[in-house]
């Protein structure tokens, strides 16, 4: 009698909290898309549903808060996670729960990607919601990683005077409790895009990124789920950020015109290269062998 067929090794295992977006382009679709390009199998737990397109955001449904807990403390129970990727929350309550939630594996990395608001600016964050990730998920956070604005937003003080640099921003966010800061230089108007990673010493790197033409949906969530699947396979910080960025870099210089707004980046563009690359082309085509009989 045969014995069976060993039973392939599991994948790294990453954990996604994160509004769900109808285009794919951004939200839970995204982290799903970009996790399972990069070898990781991702979980979800879906905070809130959007109706949204790539041209912009119009309206966003929290989910209630006992659900968003029932869904993570499901999966947990069941399957290993080797990182937390944190998207969209959509209300206080879900702060709270996923903050109580992550609290319980505090060995396991996670990836804040604090979403304020859509590539149009449609506000998606109130200032109780900014309130509540300070005081409670950046102190949890591995890696936090805002773009300028919401950097700046995060780390703003009543006692500002004009607004402050993105130094003096990872400084602020470092001693709320995060471990590194990647503050993202899309949004700056620099003819090279620059993203900067913090820690507790100061800067680690400068990465310069050629800027590319047009805007994207969802290049945030990319690169913040990019980085959990890199950490999720053992990399350390520093080589999750370089390797994720080249990842992302990538999906947006293949990014395409899915609709009548932004593009959206291709989070397989790898296999679309390689299909084109494998292609047999017509006049190479095996003959037929047979001799007619």
């Not at 905070?47 to 119009?58: C, R």
């Not at 929350?89 to 992550?102: D, F, K, Q, R, Y």
């Not at 304020?116 to 890696?143: K, V």
């Not at 969802?218 to 053992?234: F, K, P, Q, Y």
Request: proline fraction near 8%; glycine fraction near 8%; aromatic fraction near 4%.
């Amino acid at each position: 009698m045969n014995s069976p067929a060993p039973t392939p090794p599991c994948p790294p295992q990453v954990l996604a909290f994160a509004a769900s977006d109808p285009s794919s382009g951004a939200g839970i679709q995204a982290d799903i898309l970009t996790l399972a390009s990069l070898g990781c199998h991702p979980l979800t737990a879906i905070t809130a549903i959007t109706v949204q397109d790539t041209v912009g955001v119009q309206s966003v449904h929290p989910v209630a808060a006992e659900l968003v807990e029932q869904q993570a403390r499901t999966i947990l129970e069941d399957m290993p996670v080797a990182a937390f990727k944190i998207g969209l929350l959509g209300s206080v309550e879900n702060v709270l729960a996923v903050a109580e939630i992550v609290a319980d594996y505090p060995e396991t990395p996670l990836v804040f990607d604090p979403v304020l608001a859509s590539g149009r600016g449609d506000e998606l964050s109130g200032e109780e919601i900014i309130s509540a990730m300070r005081e409670m998920l950046l102190p949890q956070t591995t890696l936090l990683t805002p773009n300028a604005p919401e950097a700046r937003r995060l780390a703003e003080s009543d006692d500002d005077i004009g607004e402050p640099s993105l130094e003096v921003c990872a400084q602020r966010l470092i001693e709320m409790g995060v471990q590194y800061v990647l503050i993202t230089g899309t949004h700056e108007s620099t003819p090279e895009v620059i993203n900067t990673l913090y820690g507790q010493e100061g800067v680690i790197r400068h990465d310069r990124w050629e800027r590319l033409p047009g805007s994207y949906h969802g290049s945030g969530c990319t690169l913040a789920s990019a980085i959990a699947g890199c950490l999720a396979g053992g990399a350390s910080v520093e080589d999750a950020v370089r390797d994720a960025q080249d990842y992302t870099w990538q999906t947006l210089k293949n990014g395409f015109r899915g609709g009548m707004g932004q593009l959206i980046p291709d989070r397989f563009f790898w296999a679309r290269e390689e299909a084109e690359n494998t292609e047999t082309p017509a006049d190479t085509k095996p003959e037929d062998s047979s001799d007619g009989n």
